[in-house]
T-cell receptor, first 112, second 114 residues
Framework: RKEVEQDPGPFNVPEGATVAFNCTYSNSASQSFFWYRQDCRKEPKLLMSVYSSGNEDGRFTAQLNRASQYISLLIRDSKLSDSATYLCVVNAGGTSYGKLTFGQGTILTVHP | GAVVSQHPSWVICKSGTSVKIECRSLDFQATTMFWYRQFPKKSLMLMAT?????????EQGVEKDKFLINHASLTLSTLTVTSAHPEDSSFYIC??????????FGQGTRLTVV
């Protein structure tokens, strides 16, 4: 089983749609969770951290379920500029500053 | 967020030569930096953890003599790909942390070995 596994995608949605990405992780001792966004041929950029209570940043909502070892990202009112690869990232080392493990990424394309 | 700068952004080199990639933390000190490799349409693969003032920690399957890492100061880590071959062509990315779990990435270096 992969340490971090994401929806295979790709997702192709119209502008204004709501889209949700799922991610599961295998190490129950994982401490920190993130969603990164990566544009084509660019470096990953932090989109948001994921907290146990769930958190929201504008149109983006992240949720964490430690019991199920499951993370989600919800994007509301999709924009063309949201088109990118979304990476689920887990600090799987069991400490706050352990190694980051990346999911394989989910490609999102938002079309007019 | 913190700024991490990577140089060069792209490089083409001949087979058998060595290439050095620099990763700098511009506005903070980083005792630990990470080096990743990414193949097209694949996720990031951690190659090694670079520790300031000590030897790097390499992931399983990564040749330490092939990928030399030096972290001589709190703001600079370098990755040298020695005796490069076409199969070393890839996107190499570094990252650093600023006292928090999330990491910030350099712009990446696209290496092409011909």
């Amino acid at each position: 089983r992969k340490e971090v596994e994401q929806d295979p995608g790709p997702f192709n949605v119209p502008e204004g749609a709501t889209v949700a990405f799922n991610c599961t992780y295998s190490n129950s001792a994982s401490q920190s969770f993130f969603w990164y966004r990566q544009d084509c041929r660019k470096e990953p950029k932090l989109l948001m951290s994921v907290y146990s209570s769930g958190n929201e940043d504008g149109r983006f909502t992240a949720q964490l379920n430690r019991a199920s070892q499951y993370i989600s990202l919800l994007i509301r009112d999709s924009k063309l500029s949201d088109s990118a690869t979304y990476l689920c990232v887990v600090n799987a080392g069991g400490t706050s500053y352990g190694k980051l493990t990346f999911g394989q990424g989910t490609i999102l394309t938002v079309h007019p | 967020g913190a700024v991490v700068s990577q140089h060069p952004s792209w490089v083409i080199c001949k087979s058998g030569t060595s290439v050095k990639i620099e990763c700098r933390s511009l506005d903070f000190q980083a005792t630990t930096m990470f080096w990743y490799r990414q193949f097209p349409k694949k996720s990031l693969m951690l190659m090694a953890t670079s520790n300031e003032g000590s030897k790097a920690t390499y992931e399983q399957g990564v040749e330490k003599d092939k990928f030399l890492i030096n972290h001589a100061s709190l703001t600079l880590s370098t990755l040298t790909v020695t005796s490069a071959h076409p199969e070393d062509s890839s996107f190499y990315i570094c990252s650093a942390r600023q006292g928090a779990p999330e990491a910030f990435f350099g712009q990446g270096t696209r290496l092409t070995v011909v």
